[in-house]
């Protein structure tokens, strides 16, 4: 079992800042993967930003504004969030895909509330 847990969410006025960790721990004996995730109110849950094996991806409403970035030695990935705006308003999940020889398990966080205000 991993657990995934999360902080750095809040409030914050258009155009602000926040960053988000996600510290991962438990079993992990193989490669892992982490991303965040988002689900706005009403909305399905959207991929935000991820760390592949071979580089990060973006959602494109965040590139330019959005960096993933992670500290191996603390399986901890953060996500700083710059030029804030009310449609990045939403909880944001950690997601973690760890593998162990060739099996593969996702795991997800509990979730931290970003709200953005006019």
């Known amino acids: 079992q991993v657990q995934l847990v999360e902080s750095g969410g809040g409030s914050v006025q258009a155009g602000g800042s926040l960053r988000l960790s996600c510290a991962a721990s438990?079993?992990?004996?193989?490669?892992?993967?982490m991303a965040w995730y988002r689900q706005a109110p009403g909305k399905q849950r959207e991929l935000v930003a991820q760390?592949?094996?071979?580089?990060?991806n973006y959602a494109d409403s965040v590139k330019g504004r959005f960096t993933i970035s992670r500290d191996n030695a603390k399986n901890t990935v953060f996500l700083q969030m710059n030029s804030l705006a009310p449609g990045d308003t939403g909880v944001y999940y950690c997601e973690a895909e760890v593998w162990s020889g060739h099996s593969r398990h996702d795991y997800w966080g509990q979730g931290t509330q970003v709200t953005v205000s006019s």
């Open positions: 760390l592949t094996s071979v580089g990060t």
């Open positions: 438990g079993s992990i004996t193989g490669n892992i993967y």
